[in-house]
């Protein structure tokens, strides 16, 4: 059982188009951020949330944290074939962990 | 430079041939991991270390072993390489705190096939 679901698990639009995915969970979460990887490349970290129902924006991107801490959402708006990539979102379970839980991604292609 | 250098990058071993990986980082965190990556199936955790001292199995450790050479050094062993260890592997780090969340950096990762 995946314990963090991401949907869609692909994604192909136009450049200029609008896109949400999400990242849903039955467990609750300290902490969840989201990761970009491109191909050939590691993940890098876009953003940290932490309290429930918080919404952060990184430019055209804005993430938001479920009130109950057991979902995410990122939300770009007018894509560019430089967001193209996969993005995983990773949520810590409690205070006192240190571990990471990372769902499989979802692979976003940005037609010019 | 990168922060979290991995070596080598691509690697084609046949079966039952050691591997090792190997990690080496200038951010200063005292936290280590290593990470696999398949199709379908997402990243998945092998060891951590917290200090050079510490050794910690992850969800996937069979087949694996690590060392921590020093606090900047950590690497992935295969003693006898199997087909379906074939995969993309990174090390990552995370810093240590009162207010720590996890975030994990990354290398640019180690292709290993194994024939």
């Known amino acids: 059982t995946q314990l963090l679901e991401q949907s869609p698990q692909f994604l192909s639009i136009q450049e200029g188009e609008n896109l949400t995915v999400y990242c849903n969970s039955s467990?609750?979460?300290?902490?969840l951020q989201w990761y970009r990887q491109e191909p050939g490349e590691g993940p890098v970290l876009l953003v940290t949330?932490?309290?429930?129902?918080e919404v952060k924006k990184l430019k055209r991107l804005t993430f938001q944290f479920g009130d109950a801490r057991k979902d995410s959402s990122l939300h770009i708006t007018a894509a560019q074939p430089g967001d193209t990539g996969l993005y995983l979102c990773a949520g810590v379970l409690g205070a006192g962990s240190y571990q990471l839980t990372f769902g499989k991604g979802t692979k976003l292609s940005v037609i010019p | 430079d990168a922060d979290v250098t991995q070596t080598p990058r691509n690697r084609i071993t046949k079966t039952g041939k050691r591997i090792m990986l190997e990690c080496s980082q200038t951010?200063?965190?005292?936290?280590m991991y290593w990470y696999r990556q398949d199709p379908g199936l997402g990243l998945r955790l092998i060891y951590y270390s917290f200090d050079v001292k510490d050794i910690n199995k992850g969800e996937i450790s069979d087949g694996y072993s690590v060392s921590r050479q020093a606090q900047a050094k950590f690497s992935l062993s295969l003693e006898s390489a199997i087909p379906n260890q074939t995969a993309l592997y990174f090390c990552?780090?995370?810093?240590?705190?009162?207010?720590?969340?996890?975030?994990?950096?990354f290398g640019e990762g180690s292709r290993l096939t194994v024939l």
């Open positions: 990552a780090t995370s810093p240590t705190g009162v207010a720590n969340t996890g975030e994990l950096f």
């Open positions: 949330v932490v309290t429930g129902g």
């Open positions: 467990s609750v979460f300290s902490s």
């Open positions: 951010k200063g965190h005292d936290r």
